[in-house]
């Protein structure tokens, strides 16, 4: 028998459609896709290595008569394709498969294949041809192949857009709810804000979240929770814009509210579910992390196991301390799991995509470009006039070890990438978010058997780090590969457009100047393993 997972409730509702004008239209696209369908090969296959594609080999595929049972959580897409190769395709390969019929939902689609009785997941795949076929690349060649989607609960993702972003085009694709932050308490009751205009035809669930960001909404939710006349009007403004916008659930994010209304608040959210779930409508909630004091913990307004009852799923806000997350989390989730009696299923993990700094005066978020330009900011050593031949010391300020920085490593406490400085205030530490570290995080989830992970940011900002291979390949199979970074690309990169480096692993690099006078560039590059940065100094060499 399954658990429930957190976003198993869900109410199918189609909008209605205007069919009268877009008939002919409808018709041309339609026959274009047929036409498409019959034209298309069952696999096309483009070799990426030095041996070429399918002009250097022969190639015979072959659809078999009965598709095998799909792994648990898994449902086929299209048939199982036995692949013969006479000849040579080497590298990394492109394969293009043709689907028995279109679909339209690009979420959790995966290429396996079928090892003996073992399904093997090969590469991640995307619709292509509308919807008449997907694509992927694979390491090597497989000897069968098929298309297959996740469908477990346990592997589903939400993510929260940001009010006025743009969402994410790849976590479109991987995503299973969005949470659009467009709505906030207000002191009377009702609802600040107004809903974003989302992309058409995502195949998302969309479950709005009111969120309270200021101090004087904390005020106004603090207010509601403690009215009865209050409630009653939040829980019917809620329910009206739920209504109205034909959302299929809704998120409640209120923060730290006043312990005093703990009651209160379940009450509120109980009688909120029941009025939601009575329209097939959902209910998610976010919650602070509970905190320990000795040998008790302190849940302040929040009764876990009322509010998990009550709620399809509790988003669990993360340790916001880097070196202290995994101690805290786990801690964390065995109170709620062993002593609150928590199904794991009805928690949710909540990601961040950010980088972090912390200092004498606290923790504050970084984009990746701001940590990598922390990282990369380089100066001489010595002021001074610089002549033809001399040579000069060029550190990179934050990260040169005799200066006090540890370089860029690896925090096996943190299980990220990270570099330590001497900064304002005394010393300062930045841990970066990649696709390195959120695969720990994403084993966390699995490894307490939660309902699902929640990315904080899935908007298109440039600043959010691209964590998104790693969530595919969590949502496709519910497990991740636990890699570090290679250690060698975590060295400063240095060169010059003249004269000659020595040295440079240990955060400074000796340039000797050349012979020539003029103006020259020194270039530091960091790296977090993924991503490059790199920044430029511009030195004159006199006469």
């Not at 299923?345 to 990746?368: D, N």
């Not at 005799?402 to 930045?430: C, I, K, N, Q």
């Amino acid at each position: 028998m399954n658990e429930q997972g957190p976003f198993d409730r869900i109410l199918h509702q189609e909008p209605s459609r205007d069919r009268g004008n877009r008939f002919v239209v409808i018709a041309i696209v339609v026959l274009g896709l047929l036409l498409l369908i019959l034209v298309l090969p069952p696999i096309s296959i483009l070799s990426g290595g030095g041996g070429g594609g399918e002009g250097s080999a022969n190639i015979s595929v072959k659809a078999r008569k009965e598709m095998p049972a799909p792994p648990e959580g898994m449902e086929a897409v299209s048939p199982l394709y036995d692949i013969s190769v006479s000849g040579s395709i080497e590298g990394p390969t492109v394969i293009t498969l043709k689907l028995p019929s279109v679909i339209s939902d690009p979420r959790n689609l995966s290429l396996y294949t079928l090892e003996g009785n073992q399904w093997r997941r090969v590469g991640s795949a995307k619709l292509v041809f509308d919807g008449a076929g997907v694509q992927g690349e694979v390491s090597e060649l497989p000897k069968n192949i098929a298309v297959l989607r996740a469908t477990s609960a346990l592997n589903q993702l939400s993510g929260s857009l940001p009010a006025g972003s743009e969402l994410n085009p790849q976590a479109a694709e991987v995503l299973s709810v969005l949470n659009p932050v467009d709505f906030a308490p207000a002191s009377d009751g009702s609802l600040e804000g107004e809903a974003a205009t989302l992309p058409e035809n995502t195949g998302l669930d969309i479950y709005p979240t009111i969120r309270v960001s200021t101090a004087q909404q904390a005020e106004a939710a603090n207010a509601i929770i403690g009215s009865p006349d209050l409630r009653d009007e939040h829980m019917n403004a809620i329910l009206e814009m739920v209504e109205s916008g034909r959302y299929r659930g809704v998120d409640i994010d209120y923060g730290p509210l006043d312990a005093l209304h703990k009651d209160e608040f379940s009450e509120f959210v109980v009688a909120l579910a029941e009025q939601l779930h009575r329209r097939g409508i959902g209910l998610t909630l976010t919650a602070p992390l509970p905190v320990q004091q000795g040998t008790s913990w302190d849940s302040g307004a929040y009764d876990w196991l009322r509010l998990a009852q009550a709620a399809d799923a509790i988003k669990l806000l993360p340790e916001e301390d880097p070196s202290d997350y995994y101690k805290s989390m786990e801690q964390a989730l065995s109170f709620l799991i062993e002593q609150e009696k928590i199904l794991p299923a009805k928690l949710v993990l909540v990601l961040s995509p950010w980088a972090h700094e912390k200092g004498g005066e606290g923790i504050r978020r970084l984009s990746l470009l701001e940590a990598l330009t922390i990282a990369s900011t380089l100066k001489l050593k010595d002021e001074g006039e610089i002549r033809p031949g001399d040579s000069v010391t060029v550190i990179g300020e934050n990260i040169y070890k005799e200066d006090g920085a540890s370089g860029m490593g690896w925090d096996d406490e943190a299980s990220a990438v990270y570099f330590g400085y001497p900064g304002l205030g005394g010393a300062r530490t930045v841990w970066i978010e990649n696709s390195f570290s959120i695969a720990f995080r994403l084993n966390l989830a699995a490894r307490f058997h939660l309902g699902g992970v929640a990315v904080e940011d899935v908007s298109s900002d440039p600043g959010v780090n691209d964590i998104w291979p790693v969530l595919q390949e969590f949502a496709a199979t519910g497990k991740v590969s636990l890699v570090k970074p290679n250690g060698t690309l975590l060295l400063p990169y240095w060169e010059a457009d003249g004269g000659s480096l020595e040295g440079g692993d240990d955060g400074a690099v000796v340039w000797t100047a050349p012979e020539e006078p003029g103006a020259y560039q020194i270039t530091l590059v960091v790296s977090d393993g993924l991503a490059r940065l790199g920044q430029r100094l511009g030195l004159t060499v006199g006469e």
